[in-house]
């Protein structure tokens, strides 16, 4: 091939690698937010508030308006380090700030007469009684997603444990999910995170399975013949945090009148890590009725035949 041709094809593939890592990009929805004040409780315009991720050391900037109200928007999940600057008052620094996945968090930061030169430094206290907005939901960070045992290492088996959120996760006698009463579909996970679609039985807001709806980074993983069933069921090591909603959702919510499940993959950090799995699974320990059943008639063990070479790993 010439030179003339090959160059066209290649700024073309180039643009197109552009545009399709531009349109992946993770759409973050979690944000800071509160007014800046003085001691007396005034309004302090135009302070400088800067706020940098203590994993990736990204910033943003912003300034407080005419109210001292501020916000920063699109935030991946993730402690940050708050400094508030302004004429007439002490820089104020507050670290371990923690902001969970697609929340708000509400910050009011109260500045100190003096130079700014000076400086208050303080560790931020945990998120109190929230008050941003009335949803009721729960989140389930990656500690949980990779401590509490579920069934097939599908993290979807912990949205039970998330308020408004009801489904007793019950297994038929061959292992498989055993869906809730009147509900209709290819039910819950069967094989494990490779179930092509996963429709968890759970149910919230008072609506069925097939009400609930399922977003991976901002993106609908929605079945398209299947109400309430998910796509694609995350790697437990691939999760950074998972968002449930059972009720009065946010005006970008509502495709569906059941829980929102929303969930947000890891972004990375500068630190090099990972994590390997090896499954392995041998039938000699696999368990099998030795005694007779019905009629008096012998019970064929059953076992599992040799499984080995499952591998995850992430960096």
């Known amino acids: 091939m010439s030179l003339s ?20 990009h993770a759409q973050f929805k979690a944000s800071i937010q509160g007014t800046v004040q003085d001691a007396k409780g005034g309004a302090v315009v135009g302070a400088k508030i800067t706020i940098s991720s203590q994993d990736t050391g990204v910033e943003h900037e912003t300034v407080s308006s005419d109210q001292g109200f501020y916000r920063i928007n699109e935030l991946a999940p993730g402690q940050y380090t708050v400094i508030v600057e302004a004429s007439g008052f002490k820089q104020a620094v507050l670290k371990d700030v923690l902001v969970e996945a697609e929340q708000p968090r509400g910050l009011d930061i109260t500045l100190a007469v003096g130079a700014v030169q000076d400086s208050v430094t303080v560790s931020a206290t945990p998120g109190g009684l929230e008050t941003e907005n009335a949803n009721v939901n729960g989140t389930i960070g990656s500690q949980e997603v990779l401590t509490l045992p579920q069934f097939g290492r599908d993290p979807f088996e912990l949205l039970r444990l998330t308020p408004g959120v009801f ?28 179930q092509t679609e996963n429709q968890v039985q759970i149910v919230a807001n008072g609506q069925r399975v097939t009400a609930n709806n399922y977003s991976l980074d901002g993106v609908s ?32 919510q509502g495709r569906n009148s059941g829980a929102q499940v929303e969930v947000i993959s890891k972004g ?11 499954h392995f699974n041998d039938k000699g320990l696999n368990s099998f009725n ?4 019905a009629n008096n008639v012998a019970v064929t063990p059953h076992t599992c035949p040799d499984f080995a070479g499952l591998v995850t790993s992430q960096h």
């Open 221 to 252: 993983v929605n079945s398209l013949s299947n109400g309430g069933a998910a796509v694609i069921t995350p790697n437990q090591e691939s999760v950074q945090e998972i968002i449930v909603t059972s009720a009065s959702y946010n005006a970008e």
């Open 5 to 24: 041709k090959l160059f066209p094809r290649t700024v073309l593939l180039l643009a197109c690698a552009v545009f399709f890592a531009a349109a992946a």
């Open 268 to 278: 990375g950090t500068n630190n090099l890590h990972g994590s390997a799995l090896a």
């Open 167 to 194: 489904g007793d996760a019950a297994r038929a006698g061959n292992g498989n999910s055993f869906a809730l009463p009147q509900q209709v579909g290819p039910g819950g996970s069967n094989n494990a995170i490779f």
């Open 290 to 293: 030795k005694f007779y059943g």
